[in-house]
Structure formats: structure tokens, C-alpha cells
């Protein structure tokens, strides 16, 4: 099986910074796209960055500029720096690993989630 191990979440001030990290481990063979996605409450879970192997980032539009993703593939890691935040930012950030290739069944396209990491900005 996987396990998808987030840490780097806690509590910063409007303006701050925090980076979350995400390390994916277990019989993975490959891990097509690893990203980010967050729920406050009350609210839908939606995406907040997501990049491929090949280092091809997407970002939610209230994010741009101000937050960056970016992978380490030999770690099967991946990370989420967050600037600049602001109270809105407040959530559970859950890590997301699609298309895993697993060594023990390389013919089935999986996805994992992590367990999710809270991010509180105070104002």
C-alpha cells in the first residue's frame, strides 16, 4: 500500500509564511501528478496546486503569486510553499498523489490521499 505523510502545517500570522511538505511512500513504482487541495469549513474541498513529473504546474487563482509547488521525484515528495498568507488561506490541506503505478500491480492507475495538515492564518 501507500501512505501519503504530510507535515509543515500550524498556525501563521496575515503575511506569513508555511511550507508544506508531503512524502509519498510505499510499492510505488511512478506518480503521475502529486498536489494540494484544501476544505475549510463549510466549504467544498477544492485545489490549490497540483504538478506533474515533468514539473507542469496548475494553480487555483487564488493562490497565484503567492504560493509555489514543486517536487522532488527520486523522494517521491512534494511541497507547498505558501507566502504572503492571508486569513482566507485558513483550511485542512490534504496531499494528493494520481496516476500511482504501483510495483505490484503496474497495470492500475491509483490515487491516495494524505490524512490532511491544518493551516490557520490569524489576522
Known amino acids: 500500500q501507500v501512505q501519503l505523510v504530510e507535515s509543515g502545517g500550524g498556525l501563521a500570522q496575515a503575511g506569513g509564511s508555511l511550507r508544506l511538505s508531503c512524502a509519498a511512500s510505499g510499492s510505488i513504482f511512478s506518480i503521475n501528478g502529486m498536489g494540494w487541495y484544501r476544505q475549510a469549513p463549510g466549504k467544498e474541498r477544492e485545489l490549490v496546486a497540483s504538478i506533474t513529473t515533468a514539473g507542469s504546474t496548475n494553480y487555483a487563482d487564488s493562490v497565484k503569486g503567492r504560493f509555489t509547488i514543486s517536487r522532488d521525484n527520486a523522494k517521491n515528495t512534494v511541497y507547498l510553499q505558501m507566502n504572503s498568507l492571508k486569513p482566507e488561506d485558513t483550511a485542512v490541506y490534504y496531499c494528493?498523489?494520481?496516476?500511482?503505478?504501483?510495483?505490484?500491480?503496474?497495470?492500475?492507475?491509483?490515487?491516495?490521499w494524505g490524512q490532511g495538515t491544518q493551516v490557520t492564518v490569524s489576522s
Open positions: 494528493n498523489a494520481d496516476g500511482v503505478v504501483l510495483t505490484t500491480s503496474p497495470l492500475i492507475l491509483r490515487v491516495y
